[in-house]
């Protein structure tokens, strides 16, 4: 997958609990929705597997907006619950934006709300074109020759 540098939110961040993105994206006013025309989506990257040894652990990927760029009063837009035996080292998580959605806000970014006894995980996230993810990507085990 592709990705711009200046469209990063977390970049190999290892988390412990509740942060908001190091970074959060400025649409250029009030009047401006990058959500509308090409579809866009936030792309998680698990770097790091998610704990989840006591069992309790939850991850949480947020999609916030707000007028601030510390994104201090955020607005929660989209929730996404992950299990936490899905979030593997190398697991790729896609977060489509709905179109419309971040009209009326300034600043965009992410929240991940992690909870239960351990959590932990380190992930990076970006936001990306949605004809820029590759989903037919497999990989097989050595030894298999594709035709």
């Given at each position: 997958?592709?990705?711009?540098?200046?469209?990063?939110?977390?970049?190999?961040?290892?988390?412990?609990?509740?942060?908001?993105?190091?970074?959060?994206?400025?649409?250029?006013?009030?009047?401006?929705?990058?959500?509308?025309?090409?579809?866009?989506?936030?792309?998680?990257?698990?770097?790091?597997?998610?704990?989840?040894?006591?069992?309790?652990?939850?991850?949480?990927?947020?999609?916030?907006?707000?007028?601030?760029?510390?994104?201090?009063?955020?607005?929660?837009?989209?929730?996404?619950?992950?299990?936490?035996?899905?979030?593997?080292?190398?697991?790729?998580?896609?977060?489509?934006?709905?179109?419309?959605?971040?009209?009326?806000?300034?600043?965009?970014?992410?929240?991940?709300?992690?909870?239960?006894?351990?959590?932990?995980?380190?992930?990076?996230?970006?936001?990306?074109?949605?004809?820029?993810?590759?989903r037919d990507s497999v990989n097989?085990?050595?030894?298999?020759t594709i035709l």
């Open positions: 997958m592709y990705h711009d540098d200046q469209l990063t939110l977390f970049s190999a961040k290892a988390l412990t609990g509740t942060a908001l993105s190091d970074h959060s994206i400025d649409v250029g006013g009030t009047q401006n929705d990058p959500s509308i025309g090409e579809g866009l989506a936030v792309v998680f990257v698990v770097t790091v597997a998610a704990d989840h040894t006591t069992g309790d652990e939850t991850y949480e990927l947020d999609l916030v907006a707000d007028s601030n760029a510390d994104l201090s009063t955020a607005t929660v837009l989209l929730q996404r619950v992950i299990a936490a035996a899905k979030l593997i080292a190398g697991s790729v998580h896609v977060l489509p934006i709905p179109p419309g959605i971040l009209a009326g806000f300034e600043f965009f970014g992410i929240k991940a709300v992690l909870g239960g006894t351990t959590p932990t995980i380190t992930l990076t996230a970006y936001v990306t074109p949605m004809d820029m993810i590759q097989f085990k050595s030894g298999f």
